[in-house]
């Protein structure tokens, strides 16, 4: 009963708590900049601002067009059931769900890409292209470090491979869980459009890939948008949080925190790496997951 219910407050946390996440992250890029920046709780306003206005469609578009904000807060949602938050199994768990987990996300770009290229804007088509493309790339990281821990774990279920205390072996396979995390931050830096992978913060056309995807939404469609945005963010995240430290809701929060820091320490640190260097970086990720994989094949 108290594993179900540190699981629900989990649930929770990452539902509610997803801008503040970004909050901090913003907050963070701004200190390293030696900027006061916007309050941590500025995503909330700014959200609850967006869901008060109205928006227009243009005729041209089709139902695509308001799919794609639903998708890209449904699907991180429905991956939520798929973690094993606050040490409890998850709520939908099998042995296979981890490639139900790569596949939502998948679902949730293909709507997004594709409300995109239903305005008929060249410029969002572009951004959609440099998106399935990119991603395409990440995905195989993201599936090899799950291939990793179900070798280590003997289970192909999340709810398993996810849980340290399940697991007599971390000590010895030290050395491919750090590689995972690697590979997963870069993962998470791709996955969210973030530096060095994306800048969100700009604003031309012609270096954008996530931000030029949605120009034309506006209203609680945009405000839709930015909330998918900071809770697949934060989704990839407990992700992290819930392989690498204990199941406790204070630690799980904090550790939300932690990544959101460090996220803003990156972006701080580096530029934005130029389009032809990214694929290079997303095959690095990969790599570093397919030799935690190699690391267990013994």
């Excluded at 809701?249 to 934005?272: I, T």
Aim: positive net charge.
């Amino acid at each position: 009963m108290v594993r179900a219910l540190h699981s629900c407050l989990h649930f929770l946390i990452v539902l509610l708590g997803a801008p503040l996440v970004t909050g901090v992250l913003n907050k963070t890029k701004a200190a390293m900049a030696g900027r006061t920046g916007a309050p941590f709780l500025q995503p909330y306003h700014d959200l609850a601002k967006l869901m008060r206005k109205g928006f227009v469609v243009s005729e041209t578009t089709t139902w695509l067009f308001l799919a794609g904000p639903a998708l890209s807060v449904a699907a991180p949602v429905a991956v939520l059931l798929l973690l094993p938050l606050g040490g409890a199994p998850a709520w939908i768990s099998f042995p296979g769900d981890m490639v139900l987990f790569v596949y939502l996300f998948a679902l949730s770009r293909f709507f997004v890409t594709t409300a995109a290229m239903d305005t008929g804007s060249p410029f969002e088509g572009m951004g959609a292209a440099r998106e399935v493309t990119f991603s395409a790339l990440a995905e195989p990281a993201l599936l090899f470090g799950m291939l990793a821990l179900a070798r280590l774990t003997g289970s192909l279920s999340l709810s398993r491979m996810l849980d340290l205390r399940a697991v007599s072996g971390w000590r010895g396979a030290s050395a491919s869980l750090v590689l995972v995390v690697a590979s997963w931050f870069l993962v998470l830096l791709a996955e969210n459009a973030r530096v060095p992978f994306d800048d969100p913060s700009t604003h031309l056309e012609l270096t954008m890939i996530h931000e030029v995807m949605v120009l034309d939404h506006a209203g609680p469609a945009f405000g839709l948008i930015l909330y998918g945005s900071a809770l697949k963010l934060t989704v990839f995240a407990s992700l992290l949080v819930t392989l690498l430290l204990p199941p406790h809701p204070a630690l799980f929060a904090a550790g939300l925190l932690a990544v959101a820091v460090a996220v803003g320490l990156v972006e701080s640190s580096m530029a934005r790496l130029r389009l032809v260097r990214v694929p290079q970086l997303l095959i690095t990720a990969t790599l570093l997951a397919g030799f935690a994989v190699v690391l267990l094949l013994r």
